[in-house]
């Protein structure tokens, strides 16, 4: 196959026709929208939102002004996927926001994409920025496994639950907390897995981005006050402890990004 041939593939957009795709929104930066996103925004039919006003700001930002959105949020989602399969078996596509980041991923949209996969319609996504990968590959710690948790539960016995079952995996833990909670987490997180190493990363790709890198009892010693934006917490896995359980010191020492 020649050059040229390879080059018009890569340049080739998706097929289209009726479809859902799931369109990734910007993390933090406005600059985290690709080119790619604009434009399946600016031709979807409908659009499918987590709050149409926050998406309404977003779509102005692109200039587009003249879209039917759908509300599809954690209280209604199930009934809106029911009109969202009928519109794009009625020929739509239909693109799905969240408020941030990748829909489905501790977001609402999982529900939808499920219908639309048990009607037989196409699937399809832009992605994007991702909090998760992108708190991961800066972390510092093995990338080569991971497991993400999500958020974890509010309360601390239904969390320490979940640290026990993640305990002896041999992967580096990724999960998501409010400020709110995070002292808490981490706390509950020390307490099941030890003093394990971790990274905590806040407000990712906006103008006050940090990175804190220690031991887990280190992160929680930073935290006087609660931090602002939402933040990914990466844990090192089992492996990681058993095999440099001695290197903690050295770790904490990295430079970290106030």
Not at 23 to 30: D, S, Y
Not at 162 to 189: C, G, H, K, N, V
């Amino acid at each position: 196959m020649s050059d040229s041939a390879n080059t018009a593939d890569l340049d080739a957009p998706p097929e289209t026709g009726p479809r859902l795709v799931l369109v990734t929104t910007p993390i933090g930066n406005m600059g985290d929208m690709t080119a790619r996103a604009w434009a399946v925004l600016r031709e979807a039919d409908a659009i499918a939102c987590e709050d149409t006003r926050v998406t309404r700001r977003l779509l102005e930002q692109g200039g587009i002004t003249d879209k039917r959105l759908i509300a599809c949020h954690d209280h209604n989602e199930q009934a809106s996927a029911g009109g969202i399969v009928k519109l794009i078996k009625d020929g739509a596509t239909v693109a799905l926001v969240s408020d941030a980041g990748t829909p489905a991923i501790s977001d609402p949209g999982y529900r939808v994409v499920q219908a639309v996969v048990e009607a037989g319609l196409e699937v399809s996504a832009a992605p994007g920025a991702s909090s998760v990968i992108m708190a991961l590959s800066i972390s510092g710690l093995p990338t080569d496994r991971f497991t993400f948790i999500g958020f974890p539960p509010r309360k601390s016995g239904k969390r320490k639950a979940l640290f026990e079952t993640y305990a002896m995996l041999p992967a580096s833990l990724i999960l998501m907390e409010s400020p709110q909670r995070l002292a808490e987490t981490l706390a509950d997180a020390r307490a099941v897995l030890g003093d394990r190493r971790a990274a905590l990363t806040l407000e990712l790709t906006k103008r006050f981005e940090r990175v804190w890198r220690g031991t887990l009892s280190d992160l929680e010693a930073r935290l006087s006050d609660p931090p602002k934006g939402e933040a990914v917490l990466v844990i090192e896995g089992a492996e990681e402890v058993r095999e440099k359980k001695n290197k903690y010191a050295a770790f904490s020492k990295a430079p970290s990004r106030d």
